[in-house]
């Protein structure tokens, strides 16, 4: 029997759940319905606003021009962020370093980096001066704001045509920001850059504060920056003085000043002083009856000839300095005087040798290009060629090209086979054939001498020793498989590389040995120093002394510390078995009469590159021959050019001067016969009856012995004795 009460309440939940059922779906249903008609009626109104045809073409076109340009402007914002960064508070106020450079007699040779001259107000600017400015680099610039459309636009069509000359779409604003912030780096990022920051000069900045800054700051060719400085260079005479013809001819410098620099060529000057005569014409601020007297009498700049030229040394000197200068080293001072190493008689005769030596042997050899990098034992830079020409190229081969050395790697393979106690000079090794795995190396007449000596191996330039030294350094270390026993070798190998003076890394493969890892020329000669020195690290320098813009002396290399890389006893076996590369070996053309000399040659695969790296106890020298894209030359090799250049430069550089033995070697040698061509090396104080060479350099040593004096509060030393850690050359920290 059923109860009564169970039975309402069932039905009534039974009701409910129906009931609630049919409310979500009556709602959900009115709720469709409604937005249905809601939609119906925004769609009503939005058709007023709808368009068709080309209308809606034209519409898509600019929304998405709209989103793009939003995307892009973000996109250059971000990489501009860069380049605002260096917009501080003080940044008109920052100065540039500007250097100036002394040969080590204290004769001027040079200046690098800016120093501006800004002493003339724009008022007192000659109103030609700033009219061919304007006219040629950018006339519409009283009107634009930073960045000229027209101009570019101009210059865009106006080069699409062709002919002889072209316009740049840059502003005068434009260039002063990239002259200010920015490289001259051929980049996208550069040119967003250089847009942002002009338009930061535009808010920050008048128009004539602006064309006043690039007026006085832009580089104006011969190692001038500015107009006022470039009037004095080019013409002798103050800016003010200047007639319309050699305002035409400072105008067209601005662009390109290097290649319009009078003093360099002077038809491409005048030719060019021709194009912004007629565009002060076009532009209405002269007449063509004005112009006339200038076309008929163009600029002549003063005669400014040079004899000796370093720019190769100067110009790797500069980024020693800047480096120096960014790592804190001369405090907050920016304009510097530095004492070089320089010497110009040998940087001279350097410079005619290879010029002279690819001259009359270029064609034979099919080699156009060649390095050349002259130390002291202890690293002083006497003189650089960084290639054939200077003017055609400035990329320096002696420091920046990276080439395999072939044998003249060796030494540092006999330096760590020496080290090691597992060799002496006449320790017997025979050459053999060897393999790492599936290769083998083959000597240079493709035969085996069989037993000989390490002396001997060294003159002759034998391949499989320095592999089988490297597989017997790593046997020492406990390694018994041979290749992994050849790569424990070359590691070591590499390590005396690098201690020696080598910067560059060494691809570690099982050629390594025999010189297939590639170096630079000024680090073959640093590394080769060590040998010349009694075997302390020689890191090449340009800096002797370096004094701020109100004289004091704020840095002396002599204060340097100096580390010993190798033992005295590696050394002298290393001078005695070089030297024999030169008396008996593939040297022989670089024997100096009465003077030892130890040296290595170097030929690699297709007689692509060729070396000779070799020292006196008083020089050190490394000679490349070579081309810059790699293809062979005609077979030359190491002990061929580079021998004989080496020969011609240091026959120069031993002239009158006090001949040093080589550490652990007796013999020094007798003095060359002095000729007149090798005089005494300051052509200025000679002129003058002031002191030679070898006077110069005996009191440079006394001065150095009075400094160390002075610094130690102990009695003198002779020069080289660095037995309790003083002497001229530093302090010595052994490892």
Not at 654 to 675: D, F, S
């Amino acid at each position: 029997m059923r109860l009564p009460n169970a039975t309402s309440l069932t039905t009534r939940i039974k009701r409910a759940a129906l009931a609630f059922d049919a409310w979500v779906n009556a709602g959900l249903y009115d709720s469709g319905r409604s937005a249905g008609e809601t939609y119906e009626r925004f769609q009503e109104r939005m058709n007023v606003f709808s368009v068709r045809g080309w209308k809606r073409g034209a519409l898509d076109l600019t929304s998405e021009a709209v989103t793009l340009g939003t995307g892009g402007a973000i996109v250059m914002l971000m990489l501009a962020q860069p380049a605002f960064n260096q917009t501080s508070d003080n940044w008109l106020k920052a100065q540039d370093l500007a250097v100036t450079f002394l040969d080590r007699y204290g004769n001027e040779v040079g200046r690098r980096g800016i120093k501006h001259d800004d002493s003339l107000k724009l008022d007192d600017f000659p109103d030609i001066m700033i009219k061919a400015l304007v006219s040629t680099e950018d006339r519409r610039f009283y009107e634009h704001w930073g960045i000229d459309p027209i101009g570019t636009l101009r210059a865009l069509v106006s080069n699409s045509r062709g002919g002889g000359n072209t316009q740049g779409g840059s502003s005068i604003t434009q260039q002063l920001a990239k002259n200010l912030f920015l490289t001259n780096e051929r980049s996208l990022e550069r040119k967003v850059n250089e847009a942002f920051l002009a338009l930061w000069l535009e808010s920050h900045l008048t128009k004539n504060e602006i064309l006043k800054l690039y007026l006085d700051r832009a580089y104006m060719g011969g190692g001038t920056f500015g107009a006022v400085a470039a009037a004095d260079y080019y013409f002798g005479k103050p800016l003010k003085d200047i007639s319309l013809a050699e305002a035409a001819m400072l105008a067209g410098l601005f662009k390109a000043p290097t290649k319009y620099a009078p003093h360099v060529n002077l038809p491409a000057a005048r030719s060019r002083a021709v194009d912004v005569l007629h565009n002060m014409v076009e532009a209405g601020f002269v007449t063509e009856g004005q112009i006339q007297t200038a076309l008929r009498n163009p600029a002549t700049p003063v005669t400014r000839t040079r004899d000796i030229t370093a720019d190769y040394y100067l110009d790797w000197a500069f980024g020693e300095i800047k480096g120096m200068a960014d790592a804190g080293r001369f405090r907050s001072d920016r304009v510097l005087t530095v004492k070089t190493p320089l010497d110009l008689t040998i940087q001279k005769r350097a410079d005619e040798v290879i010029q002279n030596t690819l001259r009359r042997y270029g064609d034979q050899y099919e080699v156009d290009e060649a390095a050349m990098v002259i130390l002291d034992p202890d690293g002083a830079l006497r003189a650089m060629v960084g290639g054939a020409d200077y003017g055609e190229s400035q990329f320096n081969r002696a420091t920046d090209a990276l080439r395999q050395p072939g044998s003249s790697f060796k030494p540092y393979v006999y330096a760590a086979g020496l080290t090691s106690g597992l060799y002496r000079p006449d320790t017997r090794v025979v050459d053999r054939p060897v393999c790492i795995g599936n290769w083998c190396p083959q000597n240079y007449g493709r035969s085996f001498s069989g037993a000989t000596t390490l002396t001997v191996a060294v003159a002759k330039s034998i391949n499989t020793i320095p592999i089988q030294i490297s597989i017997a350094l790593g046997k020492a270390m406990g390694i018994s498989h041979e290749a992994r026993a050849a790569k424990a070798g070359r590691d070591k190998i590499v390590d005396t590389a690098h201690r020696m003076g080598i910067t560059t890394p060494l691809a570690d493969t099982p050629s390594l040995p025999i010189g297939s890892a590639e170096v630079n020329v000024i680090d073959q000669a640093a590394a080769y120093a060590v040998f010349a020195n009694g075997g302390r690290k020689a890191k090449p320098y340009a800096a002797m002394e370096v004094k701020n813009s109100s004289g004091e002396v704020i840095y002396r290399h002599a204060d340097e510390r100096v580390e010993q890389v190798l033992s005295t006893q590696v050394v002298a076996d290393m001078n005695y078995m070089l030297t024999k590369v030169v008396e008996e070996g593939t040297g022989k053309r670089a024997q100096l009469e009465g003077i030892k000399v130890a040296g290595k040659s170097g030929t690699t695969n297709a007689y692509r590159d060729a070396w000779f790296v070799a020292y006196t106890g008083n020089y050190v020298g490394s000679v490349w021959f070579g081309n810059d894209d790699h293809t062979s030359t005609n077979k030359m090799t190491g002990g061929s050019l580079p021998a004989m250049a080496w020969h011609d430069v240091m026959e120069t550089a031993h002239q009158g001067i006090e001949l040093k033995a080589m550490p652990g070697l007796k013999e020094v040698g007798r003095a060359v016969a002095q000729t007149p061509a090798a005089a005494p090396v300051n052509p200025a104080a000679s002129a003058a009856g002031k002191l030679s060479r070898r006077s110069f350099e005996v009191i440079g040593g006394v001065n150095g012995l009075f400094r160390t004096v002075e610094a130690s509060g102990t009695a003198p030393r002779p020069a080289g004795d660095v037995a309790d850690g003083t002497g001229t050359a530093g302090r010595i920290a052994t490892p």
